[in-house]
C-alpha cells in the first residue's frame, strides 16, 4: 500500500516528533523500531486515542456508536487548544500571515489545521477532499464517509473515511484525474506539504489496523481499493505525554539502555565511545561549563508557608490544553508531586527571590523553562544546600543552574557552575 513517496524516512519522523515538542538528540540513533513506536505514541496522545475509546474494544465497531448530531458544529467540537497556541494564532492574526506555514516545524500544528480543515467543510455539506501540493506528484483522496459521536461532555466527533494515496500518471492533469474520479462531485483541494500529507497517512495507517471488518460503510465504484480509517480531533500533546516522549532513559544517541555517564559533567549517559563522540558538537559547550562542579541535592514543596494553606496555585503552563488544565484544577493536591518531564535528563532550573524573605521564612521561586512545575524552596527544610544557593544568588534577582530530578521533591542542583550563557525566560 502507499507509493514510495509517502513512506515515512527517519528523518521524517524525526521532524514530525520536533514539531509536536518531543525533540530527541541531533544525530539520534535510535532503532527504526522504537523511534516508529514514538511516533504512534506522539500522535495517540494527541488524538487522545485511549480518553476518547476509554472502555472499548479495539478492533472498533463503529457501526454500533451513535451518529453525529449534525446540528451541532463540528468545527467547535473538534477546536483543541492550550495558551500557547491561542497566543500565537493572536500573534499570527496580529501580523495577518495569509497563507498557511510549509516550515517544517509547524508541521504537527498544520495537520491539526487540516483537520480543521474536513470539520469545517463537512459543517457545509462536503466530504470529499484532495491533500495536494504544487507539484503533483502524489496526492490524497479522501471521503468522510460517516461522523460518529464517543464519550459526553464533551462529545467527540469520529470521522470514518475512505482514503487512497494517488501517484498521477505523468499524461494527465490532477484536474482531469479527478474528473474522471469523481464526476461531478465537488471536491475541496487542500494544500499541504508533503511531510504533512505524510504525517496524516501515518494517523490514518494507525487507525485503519483498528478499525474491525464488520464495519463496512457504503463505497462508491471508483472506491473499491480505498483504504478505511477513522480521525480523531487531534490537540497539543499534554506535559504527561511530553514527560514520558522526551525521556530517553538509556544512551543519549542510541537509547541502548546499558550506559555510563559522561566522567566530566555527570549529565548525560552514553552506551559507549561512539556515541559519545557522536554527540560531541552538542554537548561540549554545556560539559565545559559544568566540569569540576559540585552536585548537592535539594528538597522542594509546592507551597511556600507564606501562601495561606487553603489557597491553592495553580499554574497553566503552555502545554496542557484548557481541557487538561480544567483537571487540574480539580484535582490539584499539593502533596503529589509535580509531573516529571525530564525523566532523569539534566535540564536548566531557573531560581528567583521571592519578595517576602524574613529570615528562616526565607524561600526562593523554582521553575523549568517548560513551566511544568512551579514550586518552592525553603530555608527553613534546607539550611545547608540553601546556603549554597544564596551565595550564587547574591546580588541577582535570579539563577539559572544545571539540575536533575532525582525524587518526588528533589532535585541535584549544581551551584558552582553557572551556564555558559544565561538564557532567557
Ligand atoms: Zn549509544
Ligand atoms: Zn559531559
Not at 96 to 120: C, H, N, W, Y
Not at 312 to 328: E, M, T, W
Amino acid at each position: 500500500m502507499g507509493s514510495e513517496a509517502s513512506d515515512i524516512d527517519r528523518e521524517d519522523a524525526l521532524t514530525i516528533l520536533a514539531s509536536m515538542g518531543v525533540k530527541l538528540p541531533k544525530g539520534t540513533k535510535i532503532p527504526a523500531v522504537d523511534l516508529d513506536k514514538r511516533l504512534v505514541q506522539a500522535l495517540d496522545g494527541a488524538q487522545q486515542f485511549s480518553d476518547v475509546v476509554a472502555g472499548l474494544k479495539v478492533p472498533l465497531n463503529p457501526s454500533k456508536w451513535p451518529k453525529w448530531d449534525s446540528s451541532k458544529p463540528l468545527l467547535e467540537a473538534v477546536s483543541r487548544g492550550n495558551p500557547a497556541e491561542a497566543f500565537a494564532n493572536a500573534m499570527n492574526k496580529a501580523h495577518r500571515r495569509p497563507e498557511p506555514s510549509t516550515a517544517k516545524e509547524d508541521t504537527f500544528v498544520e495537520v491539526r489545521q487540516i483537520l480543521l480543515g474536513f470539520s469545517a467543510h463537512c459543517d457545509q455539506g462536503h466530504k470529499t477532499f484532495v491533500l495536494r501540493d504544487s507539484r503533483e506528484e502524489w496526492v490524497v483522496v479522501v471521503r468522510i464517509v460517516d461522523i460518529f459521536s464517543l464519550g459526553e461532555e464533551p462529545e467527540v466527533p469520529v470521522f470514518s473515511l475512505l482514503y487512497r494515496v494517488i501517484t498521477l500518471p505523468s499524461n494527465t492533469t490532477l484536474q482531469d484525474y479527478l474528473g474522471a474520479l469523481f464526476g461531478m462531485t465537488a471536491v475541496v483541494s487542500i494544500s499541504t506539504t508533503e511531510l504533512e500529507r505524510k504525517c496524516i497517512l501515518k494517523l490514518f495507517a494507525m487507525n485503519s489496523k483498528r478499525i474491525s471488518p464488520e464495519y463496512k460503510p457504503r463505497r462508491e465504484k471508483t472506491e473499491s481499493s480505498h483504504r478505511l480509517s477513522f480521525v480523531l480531533p487531534l490537540g497539543p500533546l499534554g506535559m504527561r505525554d511530553l514527560g514520558k516522549l522526551n525521556n530517553s532513559p538509556g544512551c543519549e544517541i542510541c537509547g541502548k539502555r546499558d550506559t555510563s555517564k559522561c566522567t566530566q559533567c555527570l549529565t548525560v549517559s552514553y552506551c559507549g565511545k561512539d556515541c559519545q563522540r557522536a554527540d560531541w558538537q552538542e554537548h561540549k559547550k554545556r560539559c565545559r561549563s559544568l566540569k569540576g562542579g559540585t552536585w548537592h541535592t535539594m528538597t522542594f514543596s509546592r507551597t511556600s508557608e507564606l501562601t495561606a494553606p487553603s489557597v491553592y496555585r495553580v499554574i497553566i503552563n503552555r502545554y496542557d490544553s484548557l481541557h487538561d488544565a480544567k483537571q487540574r484544577i480539580e484535582k490539584e493536591d499539593l502533596n503529589v508531586p509535580p509531573p516529571n518531564i525530564h525523566g532523569d535528563k539534566a535540564f536548566l532550573l531557573k531560581f528567583q527571590i521571592s519578595l517576602n524573605q524574613f529570615g528562616d521564612d526565607t524561600a526562593m521561586l523554582l521553575y523549568d523553562r517548560q513551566k511544568s512545575f512551579q514550586v518552592y524552596w525553603r530555608k527553613r527544610e534546607d539550611r545547608e544546600v540553601f546556603a549554597e544557593g544564596e551565595k550564587a544568588i547574591t546580588g541577582k534577582v535570579r539563577i539559572y543552574r544545571w539540575a536533575r530530578r532525582v525524587g518526588d521533591f528533589q532535585f541535584s542542583v549544581c551551584f558552582d557552575r553557572a551556564p555558559e550563557k544565561d538564557p532567557v525566560w
